[in-house]
């Protein structure tokens, strides 16, 4: 991932963190340790530019990025509370916000919906360490996140 | 007059997050009703009156451009406003929609103030006091 890419990932991701989910980006401090389960939630684009988005974290962000989004406090029942949903969602609008950061608002993507699903600890350990990943913290929170593509 | 409203996302977070802005939007609201994509909306407007239709666009199993295809060629149900709620970013596609009956469009994310404004501009209702 070269730096102009990161930067553009940083800012979009910053952004969207903010208007969706009240969280605030920021690098990750090394100290910070997290607890299984973890969710990797991935989708794919084409068009002008034909890639694929990934977004890694804790469920514990999840959840705190759906008590956010909610307005409920943790551990509340009132309203049913998705872990994977609220990150693929969150990855979706990050895609679609990338995507004009990068091209615009002429060309017309084709956006997958998400998938997701848990990863092991192991797996979680590999991501932070891969240079593919930009690797923040959202409200102390790492998550993990990288895009590839290329200009068809 | 209370409206009834039709949410079509796949993702249960998006459809809490819209029905609790409606809920607290002050605006008269019947029933909300839910569907994950576009197959799902067209049973639930084949059982249901409908006053607006708030639809995501990119969906598995039927898209919501496919699901507004549908509905453009149906004499009641081409009626019915829609406004689209997505992260759909390109402005060539939103106004593809916007020529085939599409109302209003609102980009995700979207603050709870602007979907208010949104629904009391397309229906032309009020808020409660």
């Known amino acids: ?152 | 007059m209370s409206i009834n409203i039709l949410v079509v996302d796949d993702s249960k977070t998006v459809r809490a997050v819209i029905e609790k802005t409606l809920l607290l939007s002050g605006i008269e609201i019947g029933n909300i009703f839910h569907a994950g994509n576009g197959k799902e909306a067209l049973e639930v407007l084949k059982n249901n009156w409908i006053d607006l239709l708030l639809t995501d666009i990119n969906m598995p199993v039927m898209n919501g451009v496919e699901l507004i295809n549908e509905m453009s060629q149906d004499e009641l149900l081409k009626t019915i406003p829609i406004a689209i709620v997505s992260t759909e970013g390109s402005q060539t596609r939103v106004e593809e929609l916007k020529s085939k009956g599409v109302k209003a469009y609102l980009r995700k994310p979207f603050t709870p103030e602007s979907l208010k404004n949104l629904i009391i501009e397309l229906l032309g209702v009020s808020e409660n006091e």
């Open chain 1, 1 to 152: 991932m070269n730096e102009m890419d990161k930067e553009l990932i940083k800012k979009v991701l910053t952004d969207v963190a903010q208007e969706f989910a009240f969280m605030f980006a920021d690098l990750l401090s090394d100290q910070q340790k997290t607890q299984p389960p973890y969710i990797k939630a991935e989708m794919s684009f084409s068009g002008l530019y034909t890639g694929k988005a990934i977004i890694v974290s804790p469920d514990s962000l999840c959840k705190a990025m759906i008590n956010n989004v909610l307005g409920i406090d943790e551990g509340s029942t009132d309203i049913e509370v998705e872990p994977k949903d609220a990150l693929c969602e969150f990855l979706n609008i990050f895609c679609g916000n990338f995507l004009t950061s990068l091209a615009g608002t002429e060309p017309i993507f084709e956006l997958q919906p998400p998938i997701s699903g848990e990863i092991k600890e192991e797996e979680w350990e590999k991501i932070r360490e891969d240079t593919n990943y930009l690797v923040l913290s959202l409200d102390e929170y790492p998550i993990c996140i990288s895009v590839k593509y290329q200009k068809n």
